[in-house]
């Protein structure tokens, strides 16, 4: 008899551990959606100012519902840049293209170390199941 209590002790902890990791497993793969949004919101931020660099006839801006207009391609010898906590700066477009590829390291870190996380998470979660099979499985 006093076996099976900590055989249903250990059950208890192993689904315990089983929840808080697959909630952690969620949480970071929401950041890796995250981070990998603003990856390409970046790189086509990146993209759209060297277009603009060379010279084209006209470009489409996007207003909502699907509809563009037409227009004269901006100037880019100075581009307006979010620094954080809202600050927005004007910068020259080689000193916004250097902040964005930055930024773009960055993020890049961020993610292989998040992907690194969820797969150690993935990993510790699979054993945690086997083992509650495992335990499930001599308790029948």
Known sequence: MSQQPSAEEA??????????????????????NLL???LLE?????DAIKGLQEKTSEVLTQIGGGVMLRA???ATDKVLVQVG???VLEKPREEA???LEERS???????VAIVTQRNEIAQRLN??????????GRSQ
């Open 11 to 32: 059950v208890n902890e192993i689904l315990v551990e089983i929840r808080v990791l697959e909630g952690t497993y969620n949480e970071l793969t929401a950041r890796q």
């Open 36 to 38: 990998e949004r603003a």
């Open 42 to 46: 970046g790189r086509a931020a990146l």
């Open 72 to 74: 004269d391609p901006p």
């Open 85 to 87: 906590a809202n600050v």
């Open 97 to 99: 293209v250097a902040i």
């Open 105 to 111: 390291r960055d993020i890049e870190k961020s993610l």
């Open 127 to 136: 054993a945690d199941k086997e083992a509650l099979n495992s335990l499930m």
